[in-house]
C-alpha cells in the first residue's frame, strides 16, 4: 500500500477493502460514493473484472459495504452504484444497516447500438443513503435546477392565496439526465467506466461541506476526488490499477512525474491529426516566407 498526498487530497495505491481495513479510521467519513467493478466484463486496463459467480461478487461487495459504513460518520451519506442486475441485492442487503433516502436513476443516450433482440440499458443506479435520517446534510440550494412549468410557462397555482407562478427553481428529482463522457470532451480520460463531473458535482454539492471528508474507493479516474478538490472537500481516493493512479496524481496535482515517467495527458486520435495539420501548414507558410 503505497500513499500520496497534497494539501487536502490523498491517494491510496492498492486494494480497496485492504485500504478500508488498515489506513481509514472509523467514523471518520462525511461523504462516501462508491462506483465499483460491476461484474460484467469491463477490461480495466488488462484486467476483467468478472467474478466466478454472481454470489461471490455480492459476498464481495458486501465487505467493502460493510467497512465504508464503518468509516462514515454518523451524520454521513453513502451513495452507492452497481449494475442494475445485482442493485436490488444491495438495496435489500442496505435497507437493514442505513436509511436510504433516494433510489436515483442516472439516465443517458447512447448513440451505439446497445441490444437487438431486448431493451438496451440507458441508466445506472444510484443509492442514497444515510446514518441517520433526522440528521445529514443535503444543501437544497446549491444543486437546485429549473422547474420547467414555472420558469417556462408560467403557470399560475390557484391554490395560494393569493395565486401565484410556479416556482422557477426545483430540487432534482430522482431521475438525473447528464450525459455519459464522450471521447471528445475536455474531461475524457482513458478508462471504461469514467463517470461525468456533473454528476459528482451534484452529489458533493448536495451531500457535504466545505472542509468536509469524501472518501472515493476504486477511484478509476478520481473525478471524485477532482470534483471535491475543486469545492474545497478533502479526498481520499482509493484505486488498484497503476496506470489510473497516474490519472490521479495529475487531476489532483499531487506529482509531476510516476516512477520516472512524466504524468501527462494522453494525446487522443483527433488532436494527433490537429497537431499534424498545423505541423504542415506551418512548414509550408514558412517555405511560402523563404520564396
Known sequence: MERFKNGKQTIFW????????????????????VDPPYNIGKNFNGSQEKWSSSNEYLK???????LCLSKLKPT??????????????????????????SRIVWSYDSSAV???????????????CVKDKQNYTFNTDEILVEAKTGAKRKLIDYRKNPPQVYNSKKVPGNVWDIPRVRY?????ENHPTQKPILLLERIIK???????????????????SYVAKQLNRE????????????????????????????????????????????????TLFGNEKQK
Open 14 to 33: 492498492g486494494d480497496a477493502i485492504e485500504a478500508l481495513q488498515k489506513e481509514i479510521e472509523d467514523n471518520s467519513i462525511d461523504l462516501i460514493f
Open 60 to 66: 464481495w461487495c458486501y465487505n467493502w459495504i460493510d
Open 76 to 101: 454521513g451519506s453513502f451513495y452507492v452504484m452497481t449494475a442494475t442486475q445485482f442493485m436490488p441485492y444491495f438495496d435489500i442487503y442496505l435497507q437493514k444497516k442505513v436509511e436510504i433516502l
Open 114 to 128: 446497445q441490444a437487438k433482440k431486448h431493451y438496451g440499458s440507458l441508466y445506472e443506479p444510484i443509492l442514497f
Open 184 to 188: 471528445r470532451m475536455p474531461e475524457y
Open 206 to 224: 448536495a451531500s457535504s461541506k466545505e472542509n468536509d471528508v469524501v472518501l472515493y474507493p476504486f477511484s478509476g479516474t478520481f473525478t471524485t
Open 235 to 282: 479526498s481520499i481516493g482509493i484505486e488498484l490499477q497503476d496506470e489510473y493512479v497516474k490519472i490521479g496524481l495529475r487531476r489532483l496535482q499531487i506529482a509531476d512525474e510516476f516512477n520516472g515517467e512524466k504524468l501527462e495527458k494522453e494525446v487522443r486520435t483527433f488532436e494527433t491529426a490537429k497537431q499534424e495539420s498545423y505541423s504542415r501548414s506551418q
